[in-house]
C-alpha cells in the first residue's frame, strides 16, 4: 500500500488494540478499491480520550472506530451522535465531516445485518433472549427492540444489571415487553423455549480461553430457533458446539456482526459501498491462520 501525501487515516482508539481484527478487514477493503486510505490501530489511555478524539480534527482524519474503554465515555466529545448510539449510550464508529464529529453504533446494526444475511432471520415480532448484559448486549438490544422485536428478556448472573437494561429498553425503545429472567431459574428456561433469538452476549469462550463454556441448558432449545454467540475467535465455541447438538436450530458466531460493523463504518468513511466478501475473507484468513 502505498501512502501519499493525500492519503485519508482512518484509525481504531482503544486500549488495548492489539487484538484488533479490524485494521485486517479495512485495509484489505482499501487496498481492493483502490482508495487512497489506510487504517490503524491507537493505543489510546483513558486520560488521552479527549486529546485524541481533537486530533481526529486537528490531523484531518477520515474518522475512526472506538473500543474499550472508550465507547462510552467518547459520547460527551462528539457534536452529535445517532438516536440509537443515544440510547445505548455508547458509540464505536466516528466521522469527521468538515471539523464537525458525528458518532454512530454501528454494532446492533451490523448484528441484524449479520441475522438477515447469514440467517435468514428479521427480529420483527419476534421473541429474543439475550445471555448477558454489558456494552454488547445492550448495542444489540437497543437495535432489536427499536427493529421491532416483540419482546427482548435478559438474563445476567448480576440481575441488577439485567434489570437496568431492561428499563432501558422499556422507556427509551418501542418494545412493548422487556423484562429479565433469574439465572437458573425456571422463568430462564420457559424463556429459552420461547425465543425465537438465543443471543450470547458474553466473552465467555473466547481465546485464549476457548475452552470455557456458559453453564446454559441446551436441553431446552427448540427447532427453528435462531443460536448466536458474539464470540468470534475461536469462530465455533464451545457454546455453538453444544448448540449445534440440538435439533433444528441454526447456529451463528460473532464474524457476521464484527465484519458488518466494520462494513457500515467503511461506508460511512468513504461514502463508497464496502467491498464486503474481500472484507469477510480478510477476516476468515486471519482466522483459520491463529493457533488454537
Not at 475452552?211 to 441446551?218: E, G, K, Q, S, T
Request: contains cysteine; charged residues 20%; hydrophobic residues 45%.
Amino acid at each position: 500500500m502505498l501512502i501519499s501525501g493525500a492519503t485519508r487515516v482512518c484509525g481504531l482508539f482503544g486500549c488495548p488494540v492489539e487484538h484488533s481484527f479490524s485494521p485486517i478487514m479495512q485495509n484489505a477493503a482499501f487496498s481492493f478499491l483502490g482508495l487512497d486510505y489506510i487504517y490503524v490501530p491507537y493505543c489510546v489511555a483513558p486520560a488521552e480520550l479527549e486529546s485524541a478524539v481533537k486530533a481526529v480534527i486537528s490531523l484531518g482524519m477520515a474518522g475512526v472506530n472506538i473500543t474499550i474503554p472508550h465507547k462510552e465515555k467518547v459520547c460527551c466529545y462528539l457534536d452529535q451522535i445517532t438516536p440509537g448510539a443515544k440510547i445505548a449510550g455508547a458509540v464505536n464508529t466516528i466521522v469527521n465531516n468538515k471539523g464537525k464529529l458525528y458518532g454512530y453504533n454501528t454494532d446492533g446494526a451490523g448484528f441484524l445485518r449479520s441475522l438477515k444475511e447469514e440467517a435468514n432471520f428479521f427480529p420483527a415480532g419476534k421473541a429474543v433472549l439475550i445471555v448477558g448484559a454489558g456494552g454488547a448486549a445492550r448495542s444489540i438490544a437497543v437495535e432489536l427492540a427499536i427493529s421491532g422485536a416483540r419482546s427482548v428478556t435478559i438474563v445476567n448472573r448480576k440481575h441488577e444489571r439485567a434489570l437496568a437494561l431492561a428499563q432501558l429498553l422499556t422507556e427509551q425503545t418501542p418494545i412493548k415487553k422487556a423484562d429479565t429472567a433469574l439465572w437458573a431459574g425456571a422463568e430462564f428456561k420457559e424463556s429459552i423455549k420461547k425465543a425465537d433469538l438465543i443471543v450470547q452476549a458474553t466473552p465467555l469462550g473466547m481465546y485464549p480461553k476457548e475452552d470455557v463454556c456458559l453453564d446454559f441448558p441446551f436441553e431446552y432449545l427448540q427447532p427453528g430457533q435462531v443460536i448466536c454467540d458474539l464470540v468470534y475467535n475461536p469462530p465455533v465455541t464451545k457454546f455453538l458446539k453444544n448448540a449445534c447438538l440440538a435439533e433444528g436450530v441454526k447456529v451463528i458466531n460473532g464474524i457476521g456482526m464484527l465484519l458488518y460493523q466494520g462494513v457500515l463504518a467503511f461506508e460511512y468513511w468513504t461514502g463508497v459501498q464496502a467491498p464486503v466478501e474481500i472484507m469477510r475473507k480478510s477476516l476468515e484468513e486471519f482466522l483459520d491462520a491463529q493457533v488454537y
